[in-house]
C-alpha cells in the first residue's frame, strides 16, 4: 500500500492500455505503478512492491509476459498476478496458469466491472 491506497502494477507494451489502466484504477482509488517492458516490470516491481500485477502476455517477445511471471515465482512473489490478453480461449491451452502463478487472466479489451469487482475481492 502506498498513502491508504493498494498498489497496482500494470506492464504492458502498448500505451494506451497503460493510460486507460491508469484512468480506471487511479478513479477508482488505486494506486497505480506501470511499465512497458518485462524487464522494466520487474524493476519497478522490487522498488514499489505492488498489491497486485497486471502482465500483459505478449510484449517486445511473444513469451515476455510468461518469462517475467516465471521471475516473480523465483522471487518468491506473494501478490496476486493476472495475465493480459487479447489471444482468447486459446491461451488456455497453451499456458498452465497453475504452474506459472497466476491468480487468473483478464481478457482485452478488459471489462471494467470484472478488473473491479476482482481488485475488490482480492484485495482485502
Given amino acids: 500500500m502506498k498513502d491508504g491506497k493498494y498498489v497496482i502494477l500494470c506492464i504492458d507494451d502498448d500505451k494506451d492500455v497503460l493510460d486507460s489502466l491508469g484512468v480506471i484504477l487511479e478513479n477508482n482509488g488505486y494506486a497505480i505503478a506501470t511499465a512497458?517492458?518485462?524487464?522494466e516490470?520487474?524493476?519497478?516491481f522490487k522498488?514499489?512492491?505492488p498489491d497486485l500485477v497486471i502482465v500483459d502476455l505478449m510484449m517486445e517477445s511473444v513469451d515476455a509476459g510468461k518469462a517475467f511471471v516465471k521471475e516473480l515465482k523465483l522471487i518468491e512473489n506473494k501478490a496476486p498476478v493476472y495475465m493480459l490478453s487479447s489471444v482468447g480461449?486459446?491461451?488456455?491451452?497453451?499456458?498452465d496458469f497453475a504452474e506459472?502463478?497466476?491468480?487468473?487472466?483478464?481478457?482485452?479489451?478488459?471489462n471494467i466491472n470484472t478488473l473491479?469487482?476482482?481488485l475488490k475481492l482480492k484485495l482485502k
Fill in 100 to 110: 506459472l502463478g497466476l491468480t487468473g487472466v483478464f481478457q482485452k479489451p478488459i
Fill in 36 to 39: 512497458m517492458t518485462a524487464e
Fill in 116 to 118: 473491479l469487482n476482482t
Fill in 47 to 49: 522498488s514499489v512492491d
Fill in 89 to 95: 480461449d486459446s491461451l488456455a491451452s497453451n499456458v
Fill in 41 to 44: 516490470g520487474l524493476k519497478v
